[in-house]
């Protein structure tokens, strides 16, 4: 995907998410939310965090970007800071990113500090308010509404006047996919097919082999889990998943047998229960 493609769909998927979160009712923010012991409020800052993370992550680039215009010596990357896009989405992991119970891992602990999850992570748990003791479901709805909206118009102010994007943006893809998901919200087709293809390179990494098929239509589609490789025909092992049920098991949002019980996942071949390889995130 080229360098704007990637901006503007991270930057749609945000927009999207603000102008659901702007159009709930302020009693909405109470209920309980899509994640155990979570409210809708708790979510809704919880992504604020994460929007924060975002911006404060590009502002630091576009600073160093501007240092290294004006230095002598070429610019290199700050030791321990992630490279790929992969290794980007298991340091935001580490940092509890997905976590699906509130606690330290969840509650933006390493805010500021440049490590992943915090300032230096590309829409990480860091940033202002975490919400590791329910805290966003005590406030006034109007303003955990105001300061996620806000949040997100800082961000796409920082990523407007992005010069040199990196490989950090397509895990910030996935960090937004995933609060819309937890939030109900349909995710913006192109951030659902950055999401994906990422998700399922990390599956191929984390899970190499070729004795499975894992096809995520119409995103991607690679071979995992060790054992005998296949050549033609067609193959004895197949997973397949649509892009939402598939990031909702990566992420550990939905029981691998619970989506091919009803559906949502297929499964064939005697090597196709991914249980023991998730969640992934």
């Known amino acids: 995907?080229?360098?704007?493609?990637?901006?503007?769909?991270?930057?749609?998927?945000?927009?999207?998410?603000?102008?659901?979160?702007?159009?709930?009712?302020?009693d909405a923010f109470g209920a309980a939310g899509a994640l155990p012991g979570w409210t809708v409020g708790d979510l809704v800052a919880r992504a604020t965090s994460s929007v924060h993370a975002l911006t404060e992550s590009l502002r630091t680039d576009a600073s160093a970007t501007d240092a290294s215009a004006t230095s002598a010596s070429p610019s290199t990357e700050p030791a321990g800071r992630p490279t790929s896009a992969i290794e980007w989405l298991v340091a935001l992991s580490q940092a509890g990113t997905w976590a699906t119970e509130p606690g330290p891992a969840s509650s933006g602990s390493t805010a500021g500090t440049g490590a992943p999850g915090g300032a230096g992570a590309p829409g990480g748990a860091g940033g202002a308010g975490?919400?590791?003791?329910?805290?966003?479901?005590?406030?006034?709805?109007?303003?955990?509404?105001?300061?996620?909206?806000?949040?997100?118009?800082?961000?796409?102010?920082?990523?407007?006047?992005?010069?040199?994007?990196?490989?950090?943006?397509?895990?910030?893809?996935?960090?937004?996919v995933g609060h819309g998901l937890d939030l109900g919200m349909e995710p913006e087709r192109p951030?659902?097919?950055?999401?994906?293809?990422?998700?399922?390179?990390?599956?191929?990494?984390?899970?190499?082999?070729?004795?499975v098929e894992l096809r995520v239509p119409p995103f991607a589609a690679v071979q995992i889990?060790?054992?005998?490789?296949?050549?033609?025909?067609?193959?004895p092992n197949v997973v397949e998943a649509g892009p939402v049920p598939f990031l909702l098991v990566c992420t550990g949002r939905l029981r691998f047998a619970a989506a091919v019980a009803d559906g949502r996942i297929t499964a064939s071949g005697e090597r196709s229960d991914l249980t023991p390889h998730l969640p992934l995130l």
């Open 1 to 26: 995907m080229p360098t704007a493609e990637l901006v503007d769909a991270v930057a749609a998927q945000w927009s999207a998410l603000a102008a659901a979160v702007d159009g709930l009712p302020d």
């Open 191 to 211: 951030a659902l097919r950055l999401a994906t293809r990422l998700v399922a390179r990390l599956f191929a990494a984390r899970v190499p082999g070729h004795a």
């Open 130 to 176: 975490g919400v590791g003791e329910s805290m966003a479901g005590v406030e006034d709805p109007r303003v955990v509404r105001e300061r996620f909206t806000t949040a997100v118009s800082a961000a796409r102010a920082a990523l407007a006047g992005l010069a040199r994007p990196d490989e950090s943006l397509r895990a910030a893809a996935v960090v937004a």
């Open 225 to 235: 889990v060790a054992g005998p490789r296949h050549t033609r025909g067609t193959p």
